[in-house]
């Protein structure tokens, strides 16, 4: 299990050194320990103003510093939110990359439920961008920069969080996602894998029908 809260000004050590592993690094663009440094301190800042920052990822159980993650306005366009994570390599293959992606696009929603929620990734990065898919992200067109070009992935319509802002009762999708009363005597139980692999389908089905709720 693992929480993620607010870094203190104490904890800059264990930020900076997830940097220190090549193999956590190779897909990151290169920095100095001074812009780690400006990085952590901009974290903290952004702490006052929200709601976006990086925040540390724990383990509940040990306390052990597992890595940090990311929510922020996307620079790129800024009507997107971007997430991202980097995770310390004895964490990999464990599954917590998509339960960050996962409680990430949740918080964001919270927040901005009508914009899209986005990521990149290096192109050669398959192990997080499969961990996007899995997490209910696309893969849509290349992401072209001045430097580089990256993979770039788009969240689906998050139809939970969409419905409950329609003063309609549906349960979290967490665990087995129940949607009814979309329309008369519909009712859909999907196990969750699957509820993010259809929704965007679904969504298209009852746009329309959502307007006039």
Partial sequence: MIII???????????STLFENENVTRYLP???????????????????????SRWGIFNTQTDDFVGMCLA??????PEQVEIGYTLGENYWGKGLGTEVCKALVDYCYSLHPKKDIVAVTDLDNIGSQ??????????????????????????GINLCLIL????????????????QGIFDGVVL?????????????????????LQEL
């Fill in 5 to 15: 809260r607010e870094f203190t000004p104490e904890e800059f050590t264990l930020f």
């Fill in 30 to 52: 290169y920095k100095t320990p001074e812009e780690y440094k400006e990085m952590f301190d901009k974290a903290l800042a952004d702490y006052e103003a929200g709601p976006f």
């Fill in 72 to 77: 922020r306005v996307f620079l790129d366009n």
């Fill in 130 to 155: 499969k961990v996007l898919l899995k997490s209910g992200f696309n893969r849509i067109e290349n992401l072209a920069r001045e430097d580089r070009e990256l993979a770039y992935f788009r969240e």
């Fill in 164 to 179: 409950q802002t329609k003063d309609r009762e549906f349960p979290s999708c967490g665990g087995v996602a129940k949607i």
């Fill in 189 to 209: 139980h999907t196990p969750t894998s699957n509820f993010f692999a259809i929704k965007h389908f679904i969504y298209q089905i009852i746009y329309h029908n």
